[in-house]
C-alpha cells in the first residue's frame, strides 16, 4: 500500500501513545526530522512537514499548509521556493520555518491514471470559467474534505497552534489555497496565494462566513495564468475556458472582508538587477488583511524561487524579493 508523507520531529513520535500509534505509519525521511505517514482514507496522496530547527517536540507550533502547482507534489515544493532550486538557499519556506519556528506540511494532489501531474480541485467549471484543475477538478475530487482529513491528522501527530493555522500554494494550489479560505475560513487565519487566481469565486461560489485576511502575488507577464485570466499554453491553452483573471479575485476578496477604500500602491525595493519591479496594493477600510504584489514582467513562479522550466515557457523569476519570507511577515501576524 502507498504510504503518506508527514514530515514530524523524531522527538514528537513518543509524546504520547496516541501519537505513537499515529507514528506506527510513519517513516522517517533520510537523515532529516521528516517522516512519512499515511492519511486515512485517502491512498495515494502523501503529505510532508518540515519542524523547525531547534524544536523542543512540544512546544506549540504554528502550521502553514503549502500546496504544489498543478503536475508537481508535497515532496517536491519546498525545492521550488528555494532560489535555483537550492535547499541551503534562505529563501526556501523550510529555511523560512527554521528561522521564524513554524511547521509547514506539503500535501500531495490527486494523481492522474497514469500516477502522475498531480491536481487540485480549486473550482471554476461553470460559465465559461476552467476547471482548475483536471483530472481534480473533473473527477470532483472532495479536497475539502481532503483537508479536513488532514487537518484531522496533522493535529494529532504535531502540538498545532490552532489559532495560527495558514494556507498559501502556488498556481493550481494557489487556486486551492483560495477556496480553503472561501470554505474553511474558521481553520486558516489567513491565506497567500501566488500565481493562481480564486477559481471558487466564480463557480460554484465563495462566501465565508468570516474575513479572511488575503495577500496575492502575480506576475504581469505570467504566460500561464494571464493577468486578465487568459490559460496560456503552459496550462493547456486549447481546453475550452478562462480563469479568473487577479483583479477579478481581489475585487472579490475586497467585497468579502467589506473594504471600503483603496488599493493604494506603494513600491517594492528594486534590490535585484533583473529587469523587474515590484509593488503593493493595499485596500483600505477592510475587516481584513487585503493585499496584491504585482511583479511587473514576472512570469509563473514562485518569486526568490525555482526556475523549474525555461524562461520561454514560464517566464522570468524575479529575485528582488522571496515569496517565501514575504509570506510569513504577512501570515504571522493573524490568529484565529
Not at 521550488?80 to 538557499?89: I, L, N, P, Y
Not at 484531522?152 to 498556481?171: E, F, H, K, N, Q
Not at 487568459?230 to 481546453?239: F, H, K, N, P
Not at 509593488?279 to 504584489?293: M, Q
Request: net charge negative; proline share 6%.
Amino acid at each position: 500500500m502507498p504510504t503518506f508523507r508527514v514530515s514530524v520531529g523524531i522527538a514528537l513520535l513518543a509524546l504520547s501513545p496516541g501519537v505513537a500509534g499515529c507514528a506506527r505509519n510513519c517513516e522517517r525521511m533520510g537523515l532529516s526530522d521528516d517522516a512519512r505517514c499515511r492519511v486515512p482514507g485517502w491512498p495515494d496522496r502523501e503529505v510532508v512537514v518540515h519542524t523547525p530547527a531547534g524544536w523542543d517536540g512540544s512546544s506549540p507550533l504554528p502550521l502553514v499548509v503549502a500546496r504544489h502547482g498543478h503536475g508537481g507534489s508535497g515532496a517536491g515544493f519546498d525545492r521550488s521556493t528555494c532560489a535555483d532550486g537550492d535547499e541551503r538557499s534562505e529563501n526556501c519556506l523550510d529555511t523560512v520555518a527554521d528561522d521564524e519556528g513554524f511547521a509547514v506540511a506539503y500535501p500531495d494532489g490527486t494523481a492522474n491514471w497514469l500516477g502522475m501531474s498531480r491536481s487540485w480541485n480549486g473550482g471554476g467549471g461553470g460559465d465559461g470559467f476552467r476547471c482548475v484543475g483536471d483530472p481534480a477538478c473533473a473527477d470532483g475530487v472532495d479536497d475539502i474534505a481532503y483537508d479536513d482529513d488532514l487537518f484531522a491528522l496533522l493535529t494529532t501527530l504535531l502540538p498545532v497552534d490552532t489559532t495560527r493555522v495558514y494556507a498559501t500554494g502556488m498556481s493550481n494550489g494557489a487556486a486551492m489555497s483560495h477556496r480553503l479560505g472561501c470554505e474553511r475560513p474558521e481553520r486558516y487565519a489567513a491565506v497567500v496565494a501566488v500565481s493562481g487566481g480564486n477559481e471558487a469565486a466564480a463557480f460554484p461560489g465563495c462566501a465565508p462566513a468570516l474575513p479572511v485576511p488575503l495577500l496575492h502575488i502575480h506576475g504581469s507577464a505570467d504566460p500561464c495564468w494571464e493577468w486578465d485570466g487568459t490559460v496560456g499554453d503552459i496550462c493547456s491553452g486549447q481546453l475550452p475556458g478562462r480563469f479568473i483573471s487577479v483583479d477579478e479575485s481581489m475585487e472579490a476578496w475586497a467585497g468579502f472582508n467589506g473594504c471600503t477604500g483603496g488599493p493604494d500602491v506603494a513600491p517594492l525595493d528594486d534590490a535585484a538587477d533583473d529587469s523587474m519591479t515590484s509593488t503593493r496594493a493595499t485596500w483600505s477600510g477592510c475587516a481584513a488583511d487585503t493585499e496584491l504584489i504585482r511583479v511587473e514582467g514576472g512570469g509563473h513562479s514562485w518569486p526568490g524561487g525555482e526556475a523549474y522550466l525555461s524562461e520561454r515557457l514560464i517566464g522570468p523569476v524575479t529575485m528582488d524579493f522571496s515569496a517565501s519570507r514575504e509570506a510569513w511577515a504577512f501570515l504571522e501576524g493573524h490568529r484565529r
